[in-house]
């Protein structure tokens, strides 16, 4: 291709560090006089910990890389800093100065560019070789930071970069894993134009957590092998752009170089693959963001964020977020992140390491710790902890300490801050206001009584529950030529007073009679039950009952007690308010 001469007749090149990219490039920290003492034996992280409290700013570095477990000794120092990185390290590392952080990274090997300008086409065309064996590098991140465009050299180190303008003088930047960062300048012989394009250019320490969304099995579906590259190649540097528009990951206003730059405004029409979001996104399909997003996320599928969330995000199907999120979250199907706070919503599950505020899933919430809030499932929650209140339709299930759990059928817990509320059983082992039929409470009281009523009723009765509330479900027989003989229990009480000799108890019940064949009728007591123990396991009891009979009048009701007074509606239905005895023995366990 022809090379425009009348913009650059040769040009010319010379290898200076990449901005923040290079071990000679320091700021202040990097060239500031410091003073230790000796130091004998310890390791290289607790070292260098010791350097950045005093300087306060943070190392950041790749411990695969750097030997931060090593052992190291220095006989005192005096002087500068990148002196004594240099010393400790040697020259395998550079070191990259940007603000708040000193980046430590393993670079023994060196690059050299050389590059041509072609005008009419406005590309820029050439070469990246390793300085010492002259072999060519191949999978090389090429990039201008002004203009944000990128590309990837070839098995031959030939790379070919679309740029955005010719004016003005081009900065090429070369990244490599193992290499040194390296730039080139080529200035125009005429109209330079100093006034270069300044880009916001931000650090983001690497977490070393292994949460990003290059480690994503899922996300890496939709990411291109070079854009992958191209990610490890450029590390934790990215820009700030006004928008960008994408058709899928690759194909996009920034081109390759869109994984490096954050947007305040994007706009994917099928997918897109970013830095980050300071604003709003949309997408067809899907969205996926190397480090944060604050502000709107809204995806037809799925959205994908390997930093933290801030904001609203909406996915017709699905949400990750690997860090944190705060603000909301909806999701068609699912969300799942590592820490929440705020409100999520999905129609099958959310999933989280971590969370609260409030959780809505159409079947169940899984958080390994909720810590405070409410959640709520069309089935089940589970998890850890939780310190919050959870409501289910079938259960609740928590392996450590929870706050209140309310569900259709169940509830299990370790240890119950609140109360549990189970229309069959609550189990734990400790819970002071378990509300069901059977509650398995390890430090709490359960009984097997056999009592009778002022209807002369035998009944044997199963008591369970906490310190303060528990439930009861039996049944007892009448002898005798009645023509309903048979009687139902089900309720729950409360121990009023629970003393070593004397005890008081309220209760609740309901008790259906009838002959097992077709004649059924319901009375509801309230009962109060003061009690005297004979022994540790036994305890005798005997107390009034207040009671509400309805029956049919061919029922035959039995109203033996003092009766208040009887109304008969205009079914014929017959209730009758009356009050009674019962008392009997308990064995206590």
């Known amino acids: 291709m022809t090379i425009n001469q009348k913009l650059i007749t040769r040009g010319f090149a010379f290898f200076i560090p990449a901005l923040f990219c290079s071990k000679l490039y320091a700021q202040n920290n990097l060239l500031k006089e410091i003073s230790i003492g000796e130091i004998k034996q310890q390791r290289m992280s607790t070292v260098l910990d010791k350097i950045a409290s005093k300087g306060n700013f943070y190392f950041a570095y790749n411990n695969k890389t750097i030997p931060a477990d090593s052992m190291v000794s220095v006989a005192g120092y005096r002087g500068t800093l990148f002196s004594l990185l240099d010393k400790l390290l040697g020259d395998s590392y550079e070191f990259k100065e940007v603000p708040g952080y000193i980046v430590l990274r393993h670079a023994p090997g060196r690059l050299y560019i050389t590059a041509e300008v072609d005008k009419e086409l406005a590309i820029v065309k050439g070469y990246v070789n390793d300085v010492s064996g002259q072999k060519a590098i191949g999978q090389a991140s090429v990039y201008e930071k002004n203009q944000l465009v990128s590309t990837l050299t070839n098995d031959k180190g030939y790379f070919e970069l679309k740029l955005k303008t010719t004016n003005g003088p081009l900065s090429l930047s070369v990244s490599k894993e193992e290499y040194r ?19 916001n250019y931000k650090y983001y320490p690497d977490e070393g957590s292994g949460n990003s969304v290059e480690h994503s099995r899922f996300a890496r579906f939709f990411i291109s092998s070079k854009q992958l590259v191209q990610g490890m190649n450029l590390g934790n540097f990215f820009a700030t752009s006004p928008y960008q528009v994408s058709l899928v990951p690759g194909l996009s206003t920034h081109g390759m170089y869109n994984s490096q730059i954050i947007d305040k405004v994007s706009y994917n029409l099928l997918g897109g693959y970013t830095a980050g979001i300071n604003g709003v996104e949309a997408a067809g399909i899907f969205n996926i963001n190397r480090k944060d997003v604050n502000g709107f996320q809204m995806a037809g599928i799925f959205n994908v964020v390997g930093g933290s969330l801030s904001g609203f995000e909406i996915a017709g199907i699905y949400n990750n977020v690997l860090n944190n999120s705060s603000g909301m979250q909806v999701a068609g199907i699912g969300n799942r992140t590592n820490k929440f706070k705020g409100a999520q919503v999905a129609g099958i599950a959310n999933l989280d390491q971590e969370a609260s505020g409030f959780q809505m899933a159409g079947l169940f919430n899984n958080v390994k710790n909720f810590t405070h809030g409410v959640q ?66 390890k430090n709490g009281e359960k009984s097997l009584a056999i009592s009778t009523d002022e209807n002369l009723f035998i009944h044997l009765d199963f008591r369970s529950g906490g310190r303060v509330m528990y439930g009861l479900i039996g049944g007892g027989y009448k002898f005798g030529g009645a023509s309903s003989k048979y009687v139902f229990d089900i309720g729950f009480g409360a121990h009023i007073i629970n003393h070593s000799k004397f005890s008081l108890n309220g209760e609740y019940t309901v008790e259906l009679y009838t002959d ?69 023995l308990q064995f206590v366990w």
């Open 516 to 584: 097992t064949k077709n004649k059924f009728y319901q009375t509801q007591s309230f009962r109060l039950l003061p009690g005297y123990k004979l022994t540790k396991l036994l305890r005798l009891f005997a107390g009034p009952t207040f009671n509400i009979t309805g029956a049919d009048p061919n029922d035959d009701a039995q109203i033996h007690g003092w009766e208040l007074s009887k109304h008969i509606g205009s079914d014929n239905n017959i209730t009758t308010l009356s009050i009674g005895v019962t008392g009997g």
């Open 181 to 199: 960062d390296t730039a080139l300048y080529i200035l125009p012989v005429v109209n330079v134009d100093s006034k270069h394009n300044n880009k």
């Open 376 to 441: 709520v499932a069309g089935l089940f929650n589970t998890g850890q902890q939780s310190s919050g209140v959870q409501f289910a339709g079938l259960f609740n299930w928590s392996t450590g300490q929870t706050g209140s759990q309310m569900a259709g059928l169940f509830n299990v817990a370790k240890k119950v801050k609140g109360f549990q509320l189970g229309f069959l059983f609550n189990v734990a082992d400790s819970s002071d206001y378990p509300i069901g039929i059977i509650n398995f409470i």
